[in-house]
């Protein structure tokens, strides 16, 4: 199961800085990310998403190889199989990416729309969907980046883990006996 992580920002780059470190603990397998959107609320008050995939690119790239194959296939029954893989390829590239652009993975868009229209404007927030982390590793890694958790589905005491290594300070040692 995933766990949703929004974290907000005061700087309206700062969410695509820490979305890069994310990418690059994700390179060393030490994140999962399944999704992740950085959303931007210029001075003007007026929000940006900007998602971490394409799905219309992905869909037109699928749709022209599928679309491409199936017209030389048909091609082939009129004796003009380069006609066919190319209208085929247009076809299926076209619908593809229509279907791409309609489609909502992961992060609900409306969910992030709504929770970006109360960030403050001239700031950011990175949401991100999660399936596996290396929280030590991880925490180490965002100490410090000054953002503010937002919103979670992450339980109390991770949260609170979270928002420590966030803002910077050092946790308070727990007292011997208990964790």
Avoid: C
């Avoid at 199936?70 to 085929?88: E, K, R, S």
């Avoid at 247009?90 to 229209?117: H, M, P, Q, V």
């Avoid at 030590?136 to 979670?152: D, P």
């Amino acid at each position: 199961m995933s766990d949703l992580i929004v974290i907000g920002f005061d700087n309206m780059d700062e969410a695509d800085k820490v979305l890069l470190k994310l990418h690059k603990l994700k390179k060393e397998y030490l994140v999962d990310l399944e999704d992740a959107v950085v959303v931007v609320r210029d001075e003007a008050g007026k929000v940006h998403l900007k998602q971490s995939m394409n799905l219309a690119a992905i869909g037109a790239t699928s749709g022209l190889l599928s679309g491409a194959l199936w017209g030389g296939l048909v091609g082939l029954l009129f004796l003009n199989p380069l006609a066919g893989f190319a209208i085929g390829g247009a076809i299926g590239a076209g619908t593809g990416a229509l279907s791409g652009s309609l489609a909502d993975y992961g992060i609900d868009d409306d969910f992030i729309k709504s929770l970006g229209e109360t960030i403050p404007s001239n700031s950011s927030a990175l949401f991100v969907l999660v399936r596996k982390v290396q929280p030590e590793k991880v925490l180490t890694e965002l100490s410090g980046l000054r953002g503010k958790v937002l919103k979670t589905s992450l339980s109390p005491e991770q949260e609170a883990r979270l928002q420590t290594a966030l803002s910077g300070t050092q946790p308070q040692s727990p007292t011997p006996g208990t964790f």
